[in-house]
């Protein structure tokens, strides 16, 4: 049965038809990082529920019937936009994409219930030229969270949507992104302080996720595992990767946990480097619970990694 006819039945069967409680706005985010973000400014004034789980690669999300009975109740969506979502999530041109079939007209691509964040924050690694030769990035880095300033940018730009559509509620939304702001500043002060010392050391990624992430903490890139992002590893370009790590002297090789590793496990055994599955959204671990864990988890990780 298609995910629309399950959707149905599930509605049918548990009479979801009836009237919508007005009392929270009912928040779908395609990633748990985005979740966190719409907790810390909406608190108890929003229901709030992901998409992509923090362990699986948020380009290709699997579509499932409780994805589309979330979609279906949302009042409002957000995404990280730049193409990542558009593999599952649709881009407001496939009758087929899962958004499509959610059946819900107030969040469709273009209207006021569908909110891309991806203009309010600072992107890395964008082209001249826009095209798919590039990967999956074709219009830039779109793992952006990953910068502590893009989370603040992202938060404000969720707190003046959410006062937008509640604007009895915007006082509060706006007092809970000041206290998220001044616990960031405190917890970036704290987290450039530990880095510190490890300015300027060189790592390798799987995929190329981290460029906000490195770019903040001072840390360089010496190369991918995939050739461009979201190309599988050959072994021309593995050969290649290993003989400029051995060159560059690179230790780290951070992979997320929704990649293989028999490839990384190879460069390591070639290179002496540490492996490192380090998680690069809220939920990749079981103790990164949200937004503030996860850069707490990854620090650690590398620095017990540079040591």
């Known amino acids: 049965m298609s995910l629309p006819g399950i959707l149905l039945l599930w509605i049918s069967a548990s009479g979801l038809l009836q009237a919508r409680g007005k009392e929270r706005l009912n928040v779908v985010t395609s990633t748990t990082d985005l979740a966190s973000l719409v907790h810390q400014v909406g608190g108890d004034r929003v229901d709030v529920s992901y998409l992509a789980g923090g362990y699986q690669d948020p380009h290709l999300a699997p579509a499932s019937a409780s994805s589309l009975i979330r979609l279906y109740h949302a009042d409002l969506l957000i995404v990280l936009g730049l193409q990542m979502e558009n593999a599952w999530l649709g881009d407001g041109d496939s009758f087929q994409s899962l958004l499509a079939q959610s059946r819900n007209a107030r969040i469709q691509f273009g209207t006021s219930g569908y909110f891309d964040v991806s203009p309010y924050v600072e992107i890395l690694d964008v082209p001249n030229e826009v095209s798919r030769a590039l990967g999956n ?155 503030f864990t996860l850069f707490d988890y990854d620090i650690d990780l590398l620095i017990r990694a540079f040591r």
């Not at 952006?144 to 989370?151: I, Q």
């Not at 938060?155 to 509620?169: E, G, N, V, Y």
């Not at 951070?254 to 939920?283: D, H, N, W």
């Open 137 to 291: 990035h074709p219009l830039g880095d779109p793992h952006y969270w990953l910068d502590p300033e893009n989370g603040r940018r992202i938060a404000r730009a969720i707190t003046a949507k959410l006062s937008q559509m509640r604007a009895d509620d915007a006082a509060y939304f706006e007092q809970r992104f000041q206290a998220f702001g001044h616990r960031l500043t405190d917890k970036e002060r704290v987290w450039q302080q530990k880095m510190q010392p490890y300015r300027g050391y060189k790592v390798i990624t799987y995929h190329r996720a981290w460029s906000n992430f490195l770019a903040y903490f001072g840390i360089l890139s010496a190369g991918e595992i995939e050739p461009l992002p979201g190309v599988a590893p050959n072994d021309r370009h593995t050969d290649h990767l290993i003989k400029e790590m051995k060159l560059a002297k690179v230790r780290v090789i951070m992979v997320e946990p929704c990649y293989e590793v028999t490839t990384p496990r190879r460069i390591a055994s070639k290179t002496g480097a540490k492996l490192l599955e380090i998680p690069e959204s809220v939920g990749g671990e079981k103790q990164v619970t949200d937004y």
